[in-house]
């Protein structure tokens, strides 16, 4: 099979760097040009669309595409990356934490407003990715940026976990929501797990094919 300009629809592994899984594809697959529509965190796991040959031309199309994401915030406790990339932080009790306190602050995250990317993000500084500078206990000022949350679901499964689902705006840091969505709570939290479930009109479903560890398909589609 010929995997020149294709759409292909990748299940990132945990762990995996987004130019990993398309170097891995590259080799393996035999493809000579290959991009990513949005780059997922070694952390993230899901959806990550890539194109091939002469349809790398959509890719700027795919990433202004809205997103949607599904995962776990850890409450009651930070880290300096925001997720778990970094060791816990300023532990907090969270018994009393309720139903009715969580959809406070879920309610504040609706709609439109400006989220600061965190340092752990690959915004470029002078050239070189944010948290290349993070990793050095570097601190630059970031500016602001207009984000949309067009829905976002909550279910608190104990006192320290919260599933979440979220639908959002291209640029949106989910690692930023669960920060600052701590910081509504008033005890903190992080970003435990998050999988990206749908970018656009692709959807995060059965993969047919496999190769070292990453499960894929060719969007057949478009």
Request: hydrophobic letters at 35%; one cysteine or more; proline letters at 3%.
């Amino acid at each position: 099979m010929s995997y020149t300009d294709k759409i292909i629809l990748i299940d990132k592994p945990l762990d995996w760097t987004s130019a990993k899984v398309l170097n891995v594809l590259k080799k393996q697959l035999n493809i000579k040009k290959i991009g990513h529509a949005g780059t997922l965190d070694p952390r993230a796991t899901g959806l990550l669309v890539a194109c091939t040959g002469a349809f790398t031309k959509k890719i700027n199309d795919f990433v202004n595409y809205d997103k949607e994401y599904s995962g776990i915030f850890r409450i009651g406790a930070t880290t300096p990356s925001y997720d778990t990339e970094t060791e816990e932080t300023e532990i907090k009790k969270t018994a009393h934490i309720t139903d009715e306190m969580l959809e406070y602050s879920r309610k504040k995250f609706i709609g439109n407003f400006l989220q600061l990317p965190p340092m752990h993000s690959a915004v470029k500084h002078e050239g070189k990715p944010l948290y290349l500078l993070a990793r050095k206990g570097k601190e630059i000022e970031r500016k602001p940026r207009e984000v949309f949350i067009e829905n976002f679901e909550l279910k608190k499964l104990n006192d320290e976990e919260v599933y979440f689902r979220i639908t959002c705006s291209k640029g949106t840091y989910i690692r930023s929501i669960a920060n600052d969505f701590g910081v509504e709570l008033g005890v903190g939290a992080y970003l435990k797990e998050l999988r990206r479930t749908r970018v656009g009109k692709f959807l995060l479903s059965d993969f047919k094919s496999e190769v070292n560890e990453i499960k894929f398909s060719i969007y057949e589609n478009d």
